[in-house]
Nanobody, 126 residues
Framework: QVQLVESGGGLLQAWGSLRLSCAASGRTFSSTAMGWFRQAPGKEREFVAGISRSGGTYYADSVKGRFTISRDNAKNTVYLQMNSLKSEDAAVYYC????????????????????WGQGTQVTVSS
């Protein structure tokens, strides 16, 4: 198991920027694919971005070109840089870790992830 703790959420105005961090414990971080998901009130949890063990990335169409996911295996941390934030980006953001994934694979379904953080709130005012 991997324990995950998100940080960096907050309140900001539309078109602002924010960077979320997710610190992982355990020695298996470099062996995991990592993902960021979000859930707004009354909506299902949705995939936002993922990064494979090889460093490849994949984004939901709604955030492509505005969000960037990255990982630092030396620090056991994954980041989500969010730029040009819109009101529809407001949600609780969760990071997740998937074990046993092929080197270049990035799962997009929540059920494929084994560990989840507690979430961090992002609020965007228009």
């Amino acid at each position: 198991q991997v324990q995950l703790v998100e940080s960096g959420g907050g309140l900001l105005q539309a078109w602002g920027s924010l960077r979320l961090s997710c610190a992982a414990s355990g020695r298996t971080f470099s062996s995991t694919a990592m993902g960021w998901f979000r859930q707004a009130p009354g909506k299902e949890r949705e995939f936002v971005a993922g990064i494979s063990r090889s460093g490849g990335t994949y984004y939901a169409d709604s955030v492509k070109g505005r969000f960037t996911i990255s990982r630092d295996n030396a620090k056991n941390t994954v980041y989500l840089q969010m730029n040009s934030l819109k009101s529809e980006d407001a949600a609780v953001y969760y990071c997740a870790a998937a074990l046993g994934v092929a080197f270049s694979n990035i799962p997009v379904l929540p059920g494929r992830y084994d560990s989840w953080g507690q979430g961090t709130q992002v609020t965007v005012s228009s």
